[in-house]
């Protein structure tokens, strides 16, 4: 079964860092564009970042410029979301997912566009 199993949130304090890891499982990840999105209680869920299959577009929120960087190994088939300076708001369930569209990755972050999801990570940001 084609999925993706998410690994790394928690509670971590205001200026602190997390590194989020995301897994594919039967299928090759370096043939599609991935994705982090974020839903916040109370909130709609929004893209973070993204990274087309061959890494030549990328792109982040403004809300995490700067301090967040999404990355991938293809040799583990493994994704990842780096976060450095976290904030409060930062704080989310964290969801990866991917895409056959190995070209896409923009500033729209269109869900419905994304073939697989993670089942979605914590990441509490508090002191």
């Known amino acids: 079964q084609l999925r993706l199993v998410e690994s790394g949130g928690g509670l971590v304090q205001p200026g602190g860092s997390l590194r989020l890891s995301c897994v594919a499982s039967?299928?090759?990840?370096?043939?599609?564009?991935i994705a982090w999105f974020r839903q916040a209680p109370g909130k709609e869920r929004e893209g973070v970042s993204c990274?087309?299959?061959?890494?030549?577009?990328?792109n982040y929120a403004d809300s995490v410029k700067g301090r967040f960087t999404i990355a991938r190994d293809n040799a583990t088939n493994t994704m990842y979301l780096f976060m450095n300076s976290l904030k409060p708001e930062d704080t989310a369930t964290y969801y990866c997912a991917a895409t056959t569209l190995s070209y896409y990755c923009n500033q729209y972050f269109t869900e419905g566009l994304y073939d697989y999801w993670g089942q979605g990570t914590q990441v509490t940001v508090s002191s």
């Open positions: 039967e299928f090759t990840l370096d043939q599609y564009a």
């Open positions: 990274d087309s299959a061959r890494g030549d577009h990328t």
